[in-house]
């Protein structure tokens, strides 16, 4: 007997030729409904519309075609129960082998600029998912696919087991369905709790991309996975050279974008250590910027991560191409800047278009849970900040307090930050305390700290750190205020000369 199978997709990707051999190498009927019955017939391929087989028209423009018990009886029925097989046969329902479904680009749609919420909500399919979950319920009967990656896949299986489906498979696509309509249902909740300006259920679905070779050490495995029905961030990069990229790597990337994201068109570039930055400089040109931001440490600067907010040129690769670098990040790359990375054949090379473009949340694990925040990616500016020592800043000392400010925000607390000229000469980064910090700090800058501003991510519990700032010749802090000891730093700053600075926010980065 001729089986049935029932098509109906948004996404018609290698419809005509999968629906083809269907029909003419493994002798399926097909069922289908609107556009997918039209696509077929145009390619000359045999097709019964939804209505024409159960006997009831689409109704409601379209919303109501497949919600019928001739449809959802013949994928629901479980042939090894007779009294499954007596309903069938006694309400004249065939039973369904193939359910091919995918569903209305709801994701796809909330992603364009200025969708209307009445567009949105044309995209929630409704029989689509009714039609998945049931099929991926009843696996053991029929097979599912959702997705037009696997209509291959299915065609090989047909061939190899005599024209069926191994029970096997048939549960891997039943799974792989309900994944689907979990992350569907997962953004539609999502976008009606934004639009309503209300917390939901925090779910997370996310595709897997890639397998990685580990975490981040070599026990630990690792994948990389997509949120979202749509690429954006890191999924958009395109790698233009070199090794596969690695757990590490990624997560240094994404701290290194954050950094240079901060700049906007003025040349930057920072170079990322174990998720802090060993260096961060302005430039005039992006190949000042690099130099500047590899002399700040240039020590730690071998093996590191680089991004740079400006198309990568043959000069700049030149200068990175001195040192071992693991990845280098960029919005373009020119033809000759490719050509002089070449001759290092494993030095990963990306561009990403967008690197100013973040996330909306920050999620962590923990034992049974996780924890989630906003992103902390406001645009820093000097407009609420309050000076309160008797020095007030220059014009000049007030934009090097906000470049040391906006790269403290991205050193792992307790973070200090020591500048001069908009480069990094001092970076103290994770310590228990902040006499710590600023003591690496300090350290590091050495004599090139006369005359230099020094940013803390957190307020001054004491008033040691000043006295250490102030000895070794910092003449300016940035720093949040709201210790209940601030009057002693303040005194401590007017009785030594320098400026300080209170910003009213805190940048902690655990």
């Known amino acids: 007997m001729t089986r049935l199978a029932l098509l109906s997709v948004s996404d018609k990707t290698g419809l005509i030729e999968f629906a083809r051999q269907l029909v003419e190498k493994f002798d399926f009927e097909i069922v289908s409904s609107g556009g997918t019955a039209q696509a077929l017939k145009a390619e000359g391929i045999p097709v019964m519309k939804v209505a024409e087989y159960t006997g009831a028209p689409e109704i409601l423009g379209g919303r109501v075609k497949t919600l019928h018990p001739k449809i959802h009886g013949g994928i629901l029925a479980r042939r090894d129960l007779p009294e499954h097989l007596a ?126 070779r580990y975490g981040e050490n070599p026990h630990q495995p690792a994948a990389w996975y997509q949120t979202g029905a749509v690429p954006t961030g890191w999924t958009t990069a395109k790698i233009l050279q070199g090794k596969e990229l690695s757990y590490n790597n990624l997560v240094d990337l994404e701290a290194a974008r954050r950094i240079i994201a901060e700049f906007g068109d003025t040349p930057a570039a920072t170079i990322i250590k174990h998720n802090n930055p060993c260096g961060t400089a302005l430039g005039d040109t992006l190949l000042a910027a690099y130099d500047r931001a590899y002399s700040a440490d240039s020590t730690s600067a071998f093996g590191g991560i680089v991004a740079v907010n400006r198309a990568l040129d043959a000069d700049t690769a030149r200068s990175m191409s001195q040192t071992f670098l693991e990845c280098i990040v960029a919005p373009e790359c020119t033809p000759e800047a490719a050509e002089v990375f070449a001759a290092k054949k494993n030095l990963r090379v990306l561009t990403l278009a967008d690197l100013a473009s973040g996330t909306k949340d920050n999620v962590k694990v923990i034992a049974g849970g996780l924890l989630v925040q906003t992103a902390d990616e406001a645009i820093e500016t000097t407009d609420n900040w309050q000076v309160v020592t008797t020095k007030q800043p220059t014009a000049a000392e007030l934009q090097e307090l906000l470049f040391a400010w906006k790269v403290c925000k991205h050193v792992k607390s307790n973070a200090i930050v020591v500048t001069n000229d908009r480069a990094t000469i001092g970076v103290g980064a994770g310590q228990m305390n902040r006499v710590g910090s600023a003591k690496i700090a300090l350290e590091q800058a050495g004599t090139n700290a006369q005359g230099a501003i020094l940013a803390s991510d957190g307020f001054f519990p004491f008033d040691d750190s000043v006295k250490t700032a102030a000895a070794a010749g910092i003449t300016a802090i940035v720093q949040p205020g709201g210790s209940m000891r601030d009057n002693d730093s303040i005194a401590a700053a007017n009785e030594l000369g320098i400026v300080m600075v209170f910003t009213g926010v805190r940048h902690f980065l655990h």
């Open 87 to 212: 309903d069938l046969e006694q309400h004249q329902i065939r039973p369904i082998d193939l359910v091919v479904v995918n569903l209305y680009p709801f994701a796809a749609t909330i992603s364009k600029p200025g969708v209307s919420l009445a567009d949105a909500i044309e995209q929630i399919d409704i029989g689509g998912p009714a039609m998945l979950r049931a099929s991926a319920k009843n696996f053991a009967h029929l097979a599912v696919l959702s997705n037009p990656d696997r209509y291959n896949d299915y065609l090989a299986e047909l061939t190899k087991n005599n024209g069926q489906a191994s029970i096997e498979f048939r549960q891997a696509r039943a799974l792989e369905t309900f994944q689907h309509t979990a992350a569907y249902d997962t953004a539609i909740a999502g976008y009606l709790a934004e639009q309503a300006g209300k917390s939901t259920n925090y779910q997370i679905s996310a595709q897997p991309l890639q397998s990685l």
